[in-house]
T-cell receptor
Framework: AQSVTQLGSHVSVSEGALVLLRCNYS??????LFWYVQYPNQGLQLLLK????ATLVKGINGFEAEFKKSETSFHLTKPSAHMSDAAEYFC???????????WGAGTKLIIKP | KAGVTQTPRYLIKTRGQQVTLSCSPI?????VSWYQQTPGQGLQFLFE???????NKGNFPGRFSGRQFSNSRSEMNVSTLELGDSALYLC????????????FGEGSRLTVL
């Protein structure tokens, strides 16, 4: 079964700096990979998803993620952080057997002014 | 297209009581999943319903139950509430296309006193 590891429960960056949130999956290439964002007291919103069409995936709000099979990674990046990016970010992968999503523990992104 | 709707958004109960939460999925989505989210445990999968049948189940005690109606609306019930049941309960629906992508509601925030 798949597992997902997000490195760092909290990541702090300055406004305008590069955002890098790390996600690694455990084993065989999953069919789909996702990044979701959650703002305080809200549900999760899809940022982007990988569906094997392209290894570099662009999402909403200027975020993108690159699928690297050799590194079993799907890291999320944004060139320049904005205060409004402060939120919790979740990486998830789907299982081949039933497409259930396996979730990472989440990373809280803190933006310093 | 209306999104996933959860009611109520906030509720307060006391230990020993029971609670019922409701979820209306996106029109046309037959799959509804429930998650419990707490600061310590992150996102925990409760169960998934598809066409009125429970398709997958997480590792929660029998006090947590759910059902789905013929119009795909779903309810979850927690009986004999404990302090540890205080959490954000998230409902998510997905289409039959099996990409695994989940669409979340804003959640029901349950506080048990």
């Amino acid at each position: 079964a798949q597992s997902v590891t997000q490195l760092g429960s909290h990541v702090s960056v300055s406004e305008g700096a590069l955002v890098l949130l790390r996600c690694n999956y455990s084993s065989s290439v999953p069919p789909y990979l996702f990044w979701y964002v959650q703002y305080p007291n809200q549900g999760l919103q899809l940022l982007l998803k990988y569906t094997s069409a392209a290894t570099l995936v662009k999402g909403i709000n200027g975020f993108e993620a690159e699928f690297k099979k050799s590194e079993t990674s799907f890291h999320l990046t944004k060139p320049s952080a904005h205060m409004s990016d402060a939120a919790e970010y979740f990486c998830a992968v789907s299982e081949w057997s039933n497409y259930q999503l396996i979730w990472g523990a989440g990373t809280k992104l803190i933006i310093k002014p | 297209k209306a999104g996933v709707t959860q009611t109520p958004r906030y509720l307060i109960k006391t230990r020993g009581q029971q609670v019922t939460l409701s979820c209306s999925p996106i029109s046309g989505h037959r799959s509804v999943s429930w998650y419990q989210q707490t600061p310590g445990q992150g996102l925990q999968f409760l169960f998934e319903y598809f066409s009125e049948t429970q398709r997958n189940k997480g590792n929660f005690p029998g006090r947590f139950s759910g059902r789905q109606f013929s119009n795909s609306r779903s309810e979850m019930n927690v009986s004999t509430l404990e302090l540890g049941d205080s959490a954000l309960y998230l409902c998510a629906s997905r289409s039959d296309s099996n990409t695994g992508e989940l669409f979340f509601g804003e959640g029901s925030r349950l506080t048990v006193l």
